[in-house]
């Protein structure tokens, strides 16, 4: 996955990019950067591997430091960025959040047209935000390459570009992928998540519409191409990658898991002794179950959060299940002679759940129900990272559905 935020000030904005960025943390936890645009010094960039470290540990000098007036800045699961490019466009920073699936058959197209080179991450893999910047240098002007990346490729793409101008931002062509505006007396901000500016002293003003291209000035913010019809917005981000608070087309987060929770609760017929949701993107679905049937909810399980990330950002499957064992710390209390349903956001492999599932009847269960929030996972995702699976006969649903 990943995330962004962008300022564009009448005045100095790396301290609201700092925490702007930041409050996207939860979205990525292998790379991260901010990039500034002043008109006395030019661009500015730093980029950090977070994996060990919080965001904010990791760039609290280079806020000290750097200054502009423009400002992007990412939260990345795999690729450093933002990176700035230099081209007949001119010099201009870049950032992405999507997918992209015919990456070899661009590349090829790419070295027939002239291009010379792609710098090779330690992966292997070249960077997918430099290959979008090369897609879009293609076209005689930015926003003709905006357009030309979103009917070139097969995913979905939704982008930032700072220029000494402003911000463009373009929401990836179904809208699979949030874009929305906050402003202030002094500036403007785009961000993934529309919670992460309102600490900041801005307030709500729009959302980017299916493949709308705006800029973001500090002056306001300008319609460059027209959103399109068809929406077709992740649903994953209400079920499990959005932060509680956050809002998406008019339905918060959490208010959504609340729903989907009644939802269970209204077609369910067991009675359980208490309701329990797996932490943290399963609690709220566990609280609407629980407020729907009335049955008690309860927390059998305790997330450590100080130090532990999400389970699924490490790239080895068996570490993924040692910390998503490690972080959870049981109640027994709680657990034992309990009949207990529990509600997970999702489930992909069935790893981590079933063991869950053992582990609460070797602490004294009585009976262990479960429930999915998401609807069966059968195919693997063409246009986030939501899975890491190699392949589809790896989600434990598609297997019994066979």
Same mark, same amino acid.
């Given at each position: 996955m990943g995330g962004f935020f962008g300022v564009a000030s009448k005045e100095d904005c790396v301290f609201d990019l700092f925490f702007g960025?930041?409050?996207?943390?939860?979205?990525g936890t292998r790379r991260a950067g901010m990039a500034t645009y002043s008109n006395e010094s030019g661009f500015d960039r730093a980029i950090h591997n977070i994996e060990n470290s919080p965001f904010r540990t990791k760039f609290d000098k280079d806020v000290n430091t750097m200054r502009g007036h423009l400002g992007i800045g990412s939260i990345s699961d795999y690729e450093p960025q933002p990176l700035i490019i230099r081209s007949h466009h001119g010099t201009y920073a870049i950032t992405t959040v999507g997918k992209i699936n015919n990456k070899k058959e661009i590349e090829e197209q790419l070295f027939k047209s002239g291009h010379a080179h792609f710098q090779e991450m330690s992966g292997g893999e070249i960077n997918m935000t430099e290959l979008v910047a090369a897609i879009i240098n293609q076209r005689g002007n930015l926003i003709e390459g905006l357009q030309y990346v979103q009917d070139l490729i097969d995913g979905s793409m939704t982008m930032l570009i700072m220029t000494p101008k402003g911000i463009l931002a373009a929401r990836d062509k179904y809208? /699979?992928? !949030?874009?929305? &505006?906050?402003?202030?007396?002094? %500036?403007? $901000? =785009? +961000?993934?998540? +529309?919670? %992460? @500016?309102?600490n900041l002293g801005y307030s709500p003003e729009r959302e980017l519409g299916p493949g709308e291209i705006a800029i973001v000035t500090p002056e306001g913010v300008k319609t460059l191409v027209s959103p399109g019809k068809d929406m077709k917005i992740c649903t994953f981000l209400w079920v499990y990658y959005g932060y509680p608070s956050s809002s998406y087309e008019g339905i918060t987060v959490e208010q959504m /898991? @609340?729903? $989907?929770?009644?939802?269970? %609760?209204? /077609?369910?017929? &067991?009675? !359980?002794?208490? =309701? %329990?949701?797996? !932490?943290?993107?399963?609690t709220a679905h566990a609280v609407g179950y629980a407020n729907e049937s009335g049955i008690p909810f309860s927390r059998p399980f305790i997330k450590y959060t100080p130090t532990w990330p999400r389970s699924f950002m490490p790239t080895i499957q068996s570490q993924r299940n040692l910390i998503a064992k490690m972080k959870l710390i049981p109640v027994h209390d709680l657990i034992k002679d309990k009949s207990l349903l529990l509600i997970d956001d999702s489930i992909v492999r069935g790893t981590q759940l079933g063991e869950t599932t053992e582990f609460l009847y070797q602490s004294g269960a009585k009976e262990v129900h479960i429930r999915p929030a998401c609807p069966p996972l059968l195919f693997g995702c063409k246009y986030l990272n939501f899975s890491r699976s190699s392949s589809e006969m790896e989600l434990i649903l598609s297997l019994k559905h066979l």
């Open positions: 960025t930041d409050y996207h943390s939860h979205l809208g /699979r992928t !949030p874009v929305t &505006i906050g402003k202030k007396d002094s %500036a403007y $901000c =785009v +961000s993934f998540e +529309s919670f %992460a @500016y309102l /898991r @609340y729903n $989907c929770g009644a939802m269970m %609760a209204k /077609r369910d017929n &067991i009675k !359980p002794d208490t =309701v %329990a949701g797996v !932490p943290d993107s399963g």
